[in-house]
C-alpha cells in the first residue's frame, strides 16, 4: 500500500481499500489480516521507512483535508506533526496504513461525525479514536468467536476410542456385571 500512496493514484487507492469493505462497511477482520511486515511500526523502522510512511501519511491527510470544507485548516506542519504522532502510536494497537486511509474515508463522507469549520490534531485524535475502538470491538468479537469455534471442537485429546482411562473403566464394569450374574 505504501508505494500505491507513493504514486499518488488516487484511484488505485480507492481500489485497494475496496479490497477491506464490504458493501461499503470498514471488513474488519480483513484489515486485521494484513501481514506485520506491512504495518506502520514495522514500515517505520526500516531504512527510510519513516520519512516515507510520515510521507505517504501526510500526502493523504492532506488530500483528505481539501476535500473538507474547512474554515481553519492543518498547516503541513501541523499534517506532518500529525502524520508523526500516528506513527508514534501505531504500535498501539498495530495500526496499517489501511487504518488510516480508511479512517479518512470515513472522515470525508461524515461518518466520524460532523465537521464544523475546523480542524486540528487533537479534534482529529478524537475522532480517529472512535474508528480505534470500533477496530478494537472488532478484534475482541472475532477472537471471542474464535475460542467458541475452539471449544465447540471440544478436547482434541479425548475421544472414547483413546482414552485409556475410560476404556479401563468400561472393562472393569463388564467385569463387575459378569461377576453379578
Do not use: W
Request: aromatic share 6%; glycine share 4%.
Amino acid at each position: 500500500m505504501l508505494s500505491v500512496i507513493e504514486m499518488g493514484n488516487r484511484q488505485e487507492i480507492r481500489n485497494q481499500l475496496a479490497l477491506y469493505k464490504q458493501m461499503g462497511v470498514i471488513d474488519f477482520k480483513a484489515v486485521l489480516a494484513i501481514q506485520s511486515t506491512e504495518r506502520i511500526n514495522y514500515l517505520a523502522v526500516q531504512p527510510k521507512g519513516r520519512e516515507r510512511v510520515s510521507a505517504a501519511l501526510a500526502a493523504s491527510i492532506k488530500s483528505a483535508f481539501e476535500s473538507l470544507n474547512l474554515r481553519v485548516g492543518m498547516n503541513i506542519e501541523q499534517i506532518l506533526d500529525l502524520a508523526d504522532e500516528i506513527i508514534d502510536q501505531s504500535a498501539e494497537d498495530n495500526l496499517a496504513l489501511e487504518d488510516v486511509l480508511l479512517f479518512l474515508q470515513q472522515l470525508v463522507t461524515g461518518k466520524t461525525g460532523k465537521i464544523y469549520d475546523r480542524m486540528d490534531i487533537p479534534t482529529f485524535f478524537e475522532m480517529f479514536e472512535v474508528y480505534r475502538q470500533d477496530r478494537h470491538d472488532a478484534l475482541s468479537a472475532i477472537r471471542e468467536q474464535e475460542q467458541v469455534n475452539h471449544k465447540a471442537l471440544g478436547d482434541p485429546d479425548r475421544s472414547s476410542d483413546n482414552n485409556t482411562e475410560e476404556v479401563a473403566m468400561k472393562d472393569a464394569m463388564i467385569d463387575y456385571l459378569r461377576k453379578q450374574s
